[in-house]
């Protein structure tokens, strides 16, 4: 292997618990503006794959650097990067990361927000501090709570004077309301549904298959390990909102030699519950699409097949015996 990954935070804040990353380019984040990327464009920081370093990679400008980076500041102020969310929400915290920046990390930083759902922010606009001034040490995760409870359309983060960030994650929950009787994907990660547990994720995080993008390559979703024993693997997931869901696409894209035999779905109407009690309640859950063949590196869509026509705000993914599954749909009417 030619490059170091960086290594995920050990110990994560409560506030992260099943949070969504607002910043993930793949929900359509993007970075607007930034004062100064002389060694690395900002950009590189809202990337959703750890940070990575390679001991001899170089480019015209110096040292290749996986993240944004200015250049050395020699006169008064401080560098900034604004970017836009992909989606709208509320914020519980951020993870400004200095992975591999041990020299040139920036010793301080602040982040901003502020409200414009149909513009970007100008010289006008009018920012909110939303945490900081914090400091910042060398290559590592600053995990840093922020106790807003408004929405945000855009974010400054500004650091002082200069230097390196590697990654920032934006911890929140998407501001959409769904209304009732709307014709929607229930499990939408950008609206609010979240995987809630699973029994194996050794290839692939399952929280991918929620993601409003098409798959772009094999580790872009949920793969378990081989299985040597009896039994499924599976995945536990919250809708979005409350609803009956009508047609369901399994997508199967880049899983060839992988791809699970068969998949099933249960799902129920939880009033109550924790994420861990959920475990073992699913197990005992109305099937809401029997066992389903599937097939390499295709879209299966079931809409006949599904046998459950009351209103539920979980489901199960099972797959038989293994494998991996790209992205998962579920096409259905909200009802509250």
């Known amino acids: 292997m030619d490059y170091i990954e960086a290594k995920p935070c050990e110990a994560l804040p409560e506030f992260t618990k099943g949070a969504l990353n607002l910043a993930d380019p793949r929900l359509g984040a993007e970075v607007l503006a930034s004062s100064d990327q002389f060694f690395a464009p900002a950009e590189r920081m809202l990337s959703p794959e750890p940070a990575r370093f390679y001991p001899d990679r170089y480019d015209d400008h110096g040292k290749w650097m996986d993240g944004w980076e200015s250049r050395r500041k020699r006169g008064q102020g401080h560098d900034w990067c604004v970017l836009r969310l992909g989606v709208v929400g509320s914020i519980r915290g951020f993870d400004i990361d200095t992975s591999f920046f041990t020299g040139n990390y920036p010793p301080g930083a602040q982040v901003e927000g502020c409200y414009l759902p149909d513009s970007n922010p100008d010289e006008t606009t009018q920012w909110t501090t939303l945490t900081g001034p914090v400091s910042l040490g060398p290559d590592a995760h600053h995990l840093v709570p922020c106790d807003s ?11 002082f004077p200069d230097g390196g960030v590697a990654r920032l994650v934006v911890y929140g929950d998407p501001a959409t309301v769904l209304e009732d009787g709307a014709q929607v994907n229930l499990g939408a990660r950008e609206s609010g549904a979240r995987v809630l547990a699973w029994n194996d994720s050794h290839y692939g995080d399952p929280s991918k298959i929620l993601l409003p993008n098409k798959g772009i390559n094999m580790g872009d979703g949920w793969e378990t390990r081989r299985r040597r024993e009896p039994g499924n693997d599976w995945c536990l997931i919250e809708l979005a909102a409350p609803g009956i869901i009508e047609r369901v696409e399994v997508d199967t894209a880049f899983f060839k030699g992988n791809y699970p035999d068969k998949c099933s779905i249960q799902a129920a109407y939880m009033h109550r519950s924790t994420d861990e009690s959920l475990i073992t309640q699913s197990m005992f859950w109305e099937e809401l699409l029997p066992p389903q063949a599937l097939a390499a590196d295709s879209v299966h869509t079931f809409s006949g097949e599904l046998v ?29």
């Open 308 to 336: 459950m026509k009351d209103a539920v705000t979980h489901v199960r993914l099972n797959i038989f015996p293994d494998g991996g599954v790209s992205r998962l749909r579920l096409h259905g009417r909200v009802v509250r």
């Open 149 to 159: 409870d408004e929405s945000w359309t855009h974010l400054r983060l500004n650091i």
